[in-house]
């Protein structure tokens, strides 16, 4: 891989990662679509992610630093329940239940299956269908007055 795929990708990386949509998946599609050999670079796929993390640690710095103090007043007896970045761990660990429990159950199936181009196109297809059924329902819900919230 040359200079340039690698700076289309980091490209499609940084658009989509923070949108509703598959950054795995486009950079996949891209990679195809650039003539790469798609399994070959799941190392490359890897560092693409880590940029982004670095990107959201620095971002985030002052709720993440917030959360390694709440969490060490674990352990000195300050654990407050009702302190806000308290309440982001446990929402971050019961995010993170569900998706360790598939991985570890079917990492390997999933990765077979879901690295080719054709199952991601057919997958970010289904996703925009689901995206624009659920604005119509939204749109239908709000006119008729029905949303009580």
């Known amino acids: 891989m040359g200079w340039f795929d690698a700076i289309i990708l980091g490209i499609v990386q940084g658009i989509t990662e923070f949108l509703p949509i598959s950054s795995s998946g486009h950079l996949i599609l891209g990679e195809e679509a650039l003539g790469l050999n798609v399994a070959a670079l799941k190392s490359f796929d890897v560092a693409l992610h880590l940029g982004t993390l670095v990107a959201i640690l620095i971002y985030f710095w002052k709720d993440i630093w917030g959360m ?33 429990i598939v991985g570890v159950l079917w990492g390997d199936m999933i990765d077979e299956y879901f690295r080719s ?17 659920a604005e119509e329902v939204n749109k239908r819900v709000k006119a008729s007055g029905l949303n009580s919230w």
């Open 68 to 100: 390694i103090k709440a969490f060490g007043g674990l352990f000195i007896g300050r654990w407050n329940l009702r302190d806000e970045y308290t309440g982001l761990i446990g929402y971050i660990l019961i995010g993170t239940v569900p998706a360790v």
């Open 117 to 133: 181009p054709l199952s991601v196109a057919w997958m970010l297809i289904g996703t925009g269908v689901l995206f624009f059924v």
